[in-house]
């Protein structure tokens, strides 16, 4: 092989034409030294002062827009984030308004509060979603799809609701948990008040210190004290899930702190299965003068609802039962 290319030593034709048409583009200028190195800190120094400029303008611009995707202010429910990331209208957030029809998203570390209009508040707890519905003067409504939230209101009765993927918890002037599992699969949980949870068909009246599941394909179930018996759990959850022959194992496991379940049930039986949870409640808690058994016993719902007027204060002011 010819070495022309490298040293013009030896005789190659065809590289010599081809060197002799290109003559006249060849680069004459003298070379110039290149410019002095410099020293790696520097580099360094002048890299991370670009990445800090960059990073304090990305913050100024997140804190203008009100941390990306929802604004700082506008209609809607006010929220701060803090122990880990969120998302609010898909974009990353601290901070903001959630506008209505918007999602907002924390993960599994973050907890975000949320200021519902002027009537109370929610704390939303890691990897949850949760969506404004509507807000306005005739009431606001959010939706769960997943996660747990806990929520404290102060305000007339049915003026906020929650919605989960088989139940819409509603509110009457309560403190309340509420967590939706991933196949919708629902828990309320009360600590003040009183919330109706509502689905498919059937209404769940759960006042404080109760708790109750609702499950996909039937809705919500029978309430239960916290402090109920496992028997009593257990029957409850066969007669929910349709097993008829659990009531007389419920109807007896029930004692005195669950009057609240036998007396959901008055809704949910019929014929000689109310008969049975009538003549129970009765034993534990006497019908008052102004209801009679056998309204009960057939059904009527004003009588059904004047026994649940008279036990009220003690589901919701136990102590204040106590000292009559």
């Known amino acids: 092989m010819s070495d022309y290319l490298f040293d013009k030593t030896g005789d190659d034709?065809?590289?010599?034409?081809?060197?002799?048409?290109?003559?006249?583009?060849?680069?004459?200028?003298?070379?110039?030294?290149?410019p002095p190195r410099?020293?790696?800190?520097?580099?360094?120094?002048?890299?991370?002062?670009?990445?800090?400029?960059?990073?304090?303008?990305?913050?100024?611009?997140?804190?203008?827009?009100?941390?990306?995707?929802?604004?700082?202010?506008?209609?809607?429910?006010?929220?701060?984030?803090?122990?880990?990331?969120?998302r609010c209208a898909g974009s990353a957030a601290t901070r903001g308004t959630l506008p209505v029809g918007a999602w907002l998203e924390t993960s599994d570390r973050a907890v975000a509060d949320v200021r519902i209009a002027d009537i109370?508040?929610?704390?939303?707890?890691?990897?949850?979603?949760?969506?404004?519905?509507?807000?306005g003067a005739a009431g606001h409504r959010l939706e769960l799809a997943r996660g747990k939230l806990s929520a404290r209101v102060v305000a007339p009765p049915?003026?906020?609701v929650v919605d989960t993927p088989v139940a819409s918890a509603v509110d009457?002037?309560?403190?309340?948990?509420l967590a939706v599992d991933g196949d919708g699969r629902t828990r309320l949980r009360v600590t003040s008040g009183a919330v109706s949870?509502?689905?498919?068909?059937?209404?769940?009246?759960?006042?404080m210190n109760t708790e109750v599941l609702a499950a996909p394909g039937r809705g919500p179930g029978t309430p239960v004290a916290l402090t109920a018996p496992p028997a009593l759990r257990d029957a409850v959850a066969r007669f929910d899930a349709g097993d008829p022959?659990?009531?007389?194992?419920?109807?007896?496991?029930?004692?005195?702190?669950?009057t609240v379940t036998l007396w959901n049930l008055l809704s949910r039986t019929r014929g000689a299965d109310r008969a049975a949870v009538v003549a129970r409640l009765d034993a534990l808690s006497p019908l008052p003068p102004t209801v009679h058994a056998d309204a009960v016993r057939a059904g009527d719902p004003a009588a059904i609802e004047a026994w649940r007027d008279a036990l009220d204060d003690r589901w919701i002011c136990p102590d204040c039962y106590r000292k009559r």
Not at 13 to 34: I, K
Not at 72 to 84: H, I, M, N, Y
Not at 197 to 207: I, K, S, V
């Open 13 to 34: 034709r065809d590289v010599a034409e081809l060197e002799a048409l290109l003559g006249d583009y060849a680069h004459r200028a003298p070379l110039r030294d290149p």
């Open 38 to 86: 410099r020293p790696r800190w520097r580099t360094a120094a002048a890299g991370a002062g670009v990445l800090a400029v960059a990073a304090a303008a990305t913050a100024l611009w997140l804190w203008r827009r009100g941390d990306d995707g929802c604004p700082a202010a506008g209609s809607g429910f006010a929220f701060a984030v803090e122990g880990g990331p969120a």
């Open 120 to 135: 109370g508040s929610l704390t939303v707890y890691g990897d949850s979603r949760v969506r404004l519905v509507d807000t």
């Open 158 to 160: 049915r003026l906020f």
């Open 172 to 177: 009457l002037g309560c403190a309340y948990e």
């Open 197 to 207: 949870l509502e689905g498919h068909g059937l209404t769940a009246y759960a006042p």
């Open 245 to 258: 022959a659990a009531l007389a194992a419920l109807v007896a496991a029930a004692g005195s702190g669950d």
